[in-house]
């Protein structure tokens, strides 16, 4: 057994930083990231898929950690609104968690494809469970300028994708 530890030890160190991507998560946990199903307005198949979802940007795994369940206990709607540099979580539904932690998972790409989408910032999938390498903490709060609430035009632009069961009928109906 200390024979592996060393050799993964090893093993890790040789790597690249480009040969690992984030995992961002608002619970921490121990053992594998397993994969959940996804749910894109989009509809593309590759980010709908039943994986564990990665990216090669931190700050992005990062956002997807900053957004939790409303009050009534409905799962957050967001989108990722990449005109805005960093890169932007908007939330249609659900809670910033300020006060926070944030856990990311550093995972390497020996499971993980490249799903091409979306453009100029792709998400990597694994459908079988992915061992993190490495796990940091961040405070929510540290981290608020890579989510904001809806604006008007956002959720014109959420209708606009979202089913018909998702979309939202007035800027009341959000809360972050």
């Given at each position: 057994m200390k024979l592996l530890l060393e050799n993964w030890r090893q093993y890790l160190n040789e790597k690249k930083e480009d040969d690992f991507v984030w995992h961002g998560s608002p619970t921490k946990f121990d053992g594998p990231v397993k994969p959940s199903q996804a749910r894109?307005?989009?509809?593309?198949?590759?980010q709908n898929l039943k994986a564990v979802y990665a990216t090669e940007d931190k700050n992005?795994?990062?956002?997807?950690?900053l957004v939790e369940r409303d009050d009534d206990?409905?799962?957050?709607?967001?989108?990722?609104?990449a005109n805005e540099?960093?890169?932007?979580?908007?939330v249609i539904k659900g809670k910033i968690r300020e006060g926070k932690k944030v856990y990311l998972y550093?995972?390497?790409?020996?499971?993980?494809?490249?799903?091409?989408?979306?453009?100029?910032?792709?998400?990597?999938?694994?459908?079988?469970?992915?061992?993190?390498?490495?796990?940091?903490?961040?405070?929510?709060?540290?981290?608020?300028?890579?989510?904001?609430?809806?604006?008007?035009?956002?959720?014109?632009?959420?209708?606009?994708?979202?089913?018909?069961?998702?979309?939202?009928?007035?800027?009341?109906?959000?809360?972050?």
């Open positions: 894109d307005v989009g509809g593309h198949t590759e992005l795994a990062i956002a997807a950690g206990g409905n799962w957050p709607m967001v989108f990722t609104d540099k960093p890169t932007q979580m908007v550093k995972l390497t790409k020996d499971t993980f494809r490249n799903t091409g989408v979306p453009e100029g910032n792709p998400e990597w999938v694994s459908e079988i469970p992915a061992n993190p390498v490495e796990v940091e903490e961040v405070s929510v709060d540290d981290h608020l300028h890579l989510i904001r609430k809806a604006t008007p035009e956002d959720i014109e632009f959420w209708n606009k994708h979202a089913p018909e069961e998702e979309r939202v009928q007035s800027e009341d109906d959000h809360e972050a």
